[in-house]
């Protein structure tokens, strides 16, 4: 009589290790798949203050690029995650700001009379809180190194504060909030120029 062949008695121990195993495996590829695309392509931040209302609420969730700037310079009107400047790090901050790009290298920015003028044009900017009621400049900004302001003029300690974000501290670009569901988009404002005569009026 034909006999069947046993099974060993620790099959089931060595399918459980097996699982086990397999599960820690896509874990660590998650992780790691995780990790870089974190690292080199985007990430997920979140709003902790008001500096850059009514565009950005407290809390708000955004996906930020940190990829098309290794192909591309940042533009005026970007909205720009970038990590301590040299002279914050000296006032002990360590996390990111968020703020838009309004002076590009070279740019001679001033701020006068609620309006703000780059290489003596002012800005139509729809999306500010309030104009700003603060004088600062002309100054040029250096090779290398871009002027933001929060769009909550009056409440953002930005570029009129602590100087320029040199290029390599970019992280990357803001664009598009996720969260809340009902203000879900696309982040895409960007200053027009006006004419000096016209620009205080605006």
Partial sequence: MTGVE????????QKADNLWMEALKTL????????????????????PSGSMLPTLQIN???IVDKMSYRFKTPERGDIVVFSPTEALEK??????????????????VEVK?????????????NYIQDKPNYNWGPATVPPDSYLVLGDNRNNS???????????????GKAIVRFWPLK???????????????????Q
């Fill in 6 to 13: 046993q099974q060993p008695n620790n099959l089931p121990q």
């Fill in 28 to 47: 660590g590829l998650s992780a790691i798949l995780a990790f870089g695309i974190r690292s080199f392509v985007a990430e997920a931040r979140y709003i």
């Fill in 60 to 62: 708000d969730r955004l």
């Fill in 91 to 108: 006032q002990n901050f360590h996390d990111a700001f968020i703020k838009r790009v309004i002076g590009l290298p070279g740019d001679k």
């Fill in 113 to 125: 009379g609620g309006q703000v003028y780059v290489n003596d044009k002012g800005l139509r900017e």
């Fill in 157 to 171: 300690y930005d570029s009129h504060y602590w100087g320029f974000v040199p290029r390599d501290h970019i992280i």
């Fill in 183 to 201: 203000r879900m988009g696309e982040l895409d404002q960007h200053p027009t120029y006006v004419p000096s005569d016209r620009a205080n009026s």
